[in-house]
C-alpha cells in the first residue's frame, strides 16, 4: 500500500503508539491541512477527540496564546500539518516547549528536510511525502494501532533522524479499508442498504448500524434510519446499544 511505503514513524521508543484510549482527554490541532476533516473523522472512530483549526500562515502572539487556551484541558495533542509551518520559528517553540507538558503526537505530510527542523521534538512523529485524503486517514489508523506502519528512513536527516530510523507497529484494532482489500466485490454489498431501509419501512426498527468485519477489517458501515419512530434523532455510527435476548444468534455467529 503505497500510504504504509511513504509513511515512517519516529520518536516510538517509549511505545507511545499506538495510542491507547481511556487515559485522558484527546484534542487535534490542525495546521493547515486539506484533509483534517477525513482525518478528525477517523480519529473519532477510535476514541472521542476534540478538534481545534489553527492557521499556521498567520502566526501571532495572540493565536499563539488563543491557541494555548484551547488545549489547556488536554492531555494529549496530535498536531496534523504540512511541512510549511514546522519552517516557523514561533510553531517550533510551540511544539517543542509544549512537548513536557502534553502527550504530543506529530503528523506531517512534506519532504523529509524538515524532520532537521525537529531535532529537539522528542515525542512521536509520524511523516510522508504523500498528501492526500488517504494518507489522512492511513495516518489516523496508525496513531491507534488499526493500521501497520514498518518504513524506514531510507537516507539520513539529521543526527536525530539517521538512516534506517523508524519503528514498527503490528496492528491491535479493527483497520477500517475497501471491501476489494479482503476479496469481496463491493457491489455484492448493495443489497444491504435495501434489506435495511425495507425494515424501517415496515416499522420492524426505527433505526439500525450496519457493520461488517473481515480479517480484522472493517469492510461496511453505515448508518439508517433514528433512534425512534417520530424520526427526530438521527442514527450515529458512534451510538451505544443495549444488547438483550442475543444468546441464539450469537451463539450460533460465534
Same mark, same amino acid.
Given at each position: 500500500e /503505497?500510504?504504509?511505503?511513504?509513511?515512517?514513524?519516529?520518536?516510538n521508543?517509549?511505545?507511545?503508539?499506538p495510542?491507547?484510549?481511556?487515559?485522558?482527554?484527546?484534542?487535534?490541532?490542525?495546521?493547515?491541512?486539506?484533509?483534517?476533516?477525513q482525518?478528525n473523522?477517523?480519529?473519532?472512530?477510535?476514541?472521542?477527540?476534540?478538534s481545534?483549526?489553527?492557521?499556521? /500562515?498567520?502566526?501571532?502572539?495572540?493565536?499563539?496564546?488563543?491557541?494555548y487556551? =484551547?488545549?489547556?484541558n488536554?492531555?494529549?495533542?496530535?498536531?496534523? $500539518?504540512?511541512? =510549511?509551518?514546522?519552517?516557523?520559528?514561533?510553531?517550533?517553540?510551540?511544539?517543542?516547549n509544549?512537548?513536557?507538558k502534553?502527550?504530543?503526537i506529530?503528523?506531517? !505530510?512534506?519532504?523529509?528536510?524538515?524532520?532537521k527542523?525537529?531535532? /529537539?521534538?522528542?515525542?512521536?512523529?509520524?511523516?510522508?511525502?504523500i498528501?492526500?485524503?488517504?494518507?489522512a486517514?492511513?495516518?489516523a489508523?496508525?496513531?491507534?494501532?488499526?493500521?501497520?506502519?514498518s518504513s524506514?528512513?531510507? $537516507?539520513?536527516?539529521?543526527?536525530?533522524?539517521?538512516a534506517?530510523?523508524?519503528?514498527?507497529?503490528?496492528?491491535?484494532?479493527?483497520?477500517?479499508t475497501?471491501?476489494?482489500?479482503?476479496?469481496?466485490?463491493?457491489?455484492?454489498?448493495?443489497?444491504?442498504?435495501?434489506?435495511? /431501509?425495507?425494515?424501517?419501512?415496515?416499522?420492524? $426498527?426505527?433505526g439500525?448500524?450496519?457493520?461488517?468485519?473481515?480479517?480484522?477489517?472493517?469492510?461496511?458501515?453505515?448508518?439508517?434510519?433514528s433512534?425512534?419512530?417520530?424520526? =427526530?434523532?438521527?442514527?450515529?455510527? !458512534?451510538?451505544?446499544?443495549?444488547?438483550?435476548?442475543i $444468546?441464539?444468534?450469537?451463539?450460533? !455467529?460465534?
Open positions: /503505497k500510504s504504509a511505503a511513504a509513511s515512517v514513524l519516529l520518536n521508543s517509549r511505545g507511545i503508539l495510542l491507547k484510549t481511556g487515559k485522558g482527554r484527546i484534542v487535534c490541532v490542525n495546521i493547515d491541512s486539506d484533509y483534517s476533516a482525518f473523522s477517523m480519529l473519532n472512530r477510535y476514541a472521542q477527540v476534540s481545534v483549526e489553527f492557521t499556521g /500562515k498567520s502566526v501571532s502572539v495572540k493565536s499563539m496564546k488563543d491557541l487556551k =484551547k488545549i489547556r488536554f492531555k494529549t495533542v496530535i498536531i496534523l $500539518t504540512t511541512d =510549511k509551518p514546522l519552517a516557523d520559528p514561533a510553531m517550533l517553540k510551540f511544539i517543542n509544549n512537548q513536557k502534553y502527550q504530543l506529530l503528523c506531517v !505530510t512534506g519532504g523529509r528536510s524538515v524532520l527542523n525537529l531535532d /529537539k521534538f522528542t515525542q512521536p512523529v509520524i511523516i510522508s511525502d498528501n492526500s485524503e488517504i494518507q486517514v492511513y495516518t489508523q496508525v496513531i491507534f494501532g488499526g493500521a501497520a506502519i524506514k528512513l531510507e $537516507t539520513a536527516v539529521s543526527e536525530s533522524y539517521p534506517g530510523a523508524g519503528y514498527s507497529i503490528t496492528p491491535v484494532r479493527l483497520k477500517y475497501v471491501p476489494e482489500e479482503t476479496g469481496i466485490n463491493i457491489e455484492d454489498l448493495s443489497p444491504i442498504d435495501e434489506i435495511v /431501509k425495507d425494515a424501517i419501512a415496515v416499522k420492524a $426498527t426505527p439500525a448500524v450496519v457493520m461488517i468485519v473481515k480479517d480484522g477489517k472493517v469492510i461496511f458501515e453505515k448508518t439508517y434510519g433512534h425512534t419512530y417520530d424520526g =427526530k434523532i438521527p442514527v450515529k455510527s !458512534t451510538d451505544i446499544y443495549d444488547l438483550a435476548s $444468546t441464539k444468534s450469537a451463539a450460533t !455467529t460465534i
